[in-house]
């Protein structure tokens, strides 16, 4: 049995046997629509860029909080230690101001879905319909 030769079949789904010198299938019928296609759509490119803003903006603040918190405990303990009233060290109310913090996060990942990505994904999803019913009058 020999190993030196590749399977007849393609190994990844997404790389597949391609031949330049093989010409490319002609289209059966009309395959023109006056609208682009969904795949080629800018507005994917647009709820991605709104949706990895969305993110990073989330976590920024929830993990950006807890790092200072961290560091400030790491390299500042007498600053840390210190009361801000009678028996409450500074530390204990940061770490306390955690739980608000993290709620105002995800209150903050809400509204930004409500006003950037949720509009594009429902223009999308329509968009989609739309070139859905179009392919199927076409048959």
């Known amino acids: 049995?020999?190993?030196?030769?590749?399977?007849?079949?393609?190994?990844?789904?997404?790389?597949?046997?391609?031949?330049?010198q093989q010409p490319e299938p002609e289209p059966v019928g009309p395959q023109r629509s006056r609208h682009a296609a969904l795949g080629q759509?800018?507005?994917?490119?647009h709820l991605r860029t709104?949706?990895?803003?969305q993110r990073r903006v989330a976590t920024l603040a929830a993990l950006g909080y807890f790092t200072l918190f961290l560091v400030l405990s790491a390299t500042a303990p007498s600053l840390m230690t210190g009361e801000v009233t009678e028996g409450l060290p500074l530390g204990l109310l940061l770490g306390l101001l955690q739980v608000p913090v993290?709620?105002?996060?995800?209150?903050?990942y809400?509204?930004?879905?409500?006003?950037?990505?949720?509009?594009?994904?429902?223009r999308l999803?329509?968009?989609?319909?739309?070139?859905?019913?179009r392919?199927?009058?076409?048959r």
């Open 1 to 20: 049995m020999s190993y030196d030769s590749s399977p007849p079949y393609s190994t990844y789904h997404w790389d597949p046997q391609w031949d330049p």
């Open 102 to 108: 993290t709620c105002a996060a995800i209150a903050l």
């Open 110 to 122: 809400e509204y930004t879905a409500r006003r950037s990505v949720d509009p594009i994904a429902e």
């Open 50 to 53: 709104a949706y990895r803003w």
């Open 135 to 138: 392919a199927e009058g076409r």
């Open 125 to 133: 999803r329509k968009q989609a319909e739309l070139d859905a019913k």
């Open 41 to 45: 759509h800018s507005d994917i490119r």
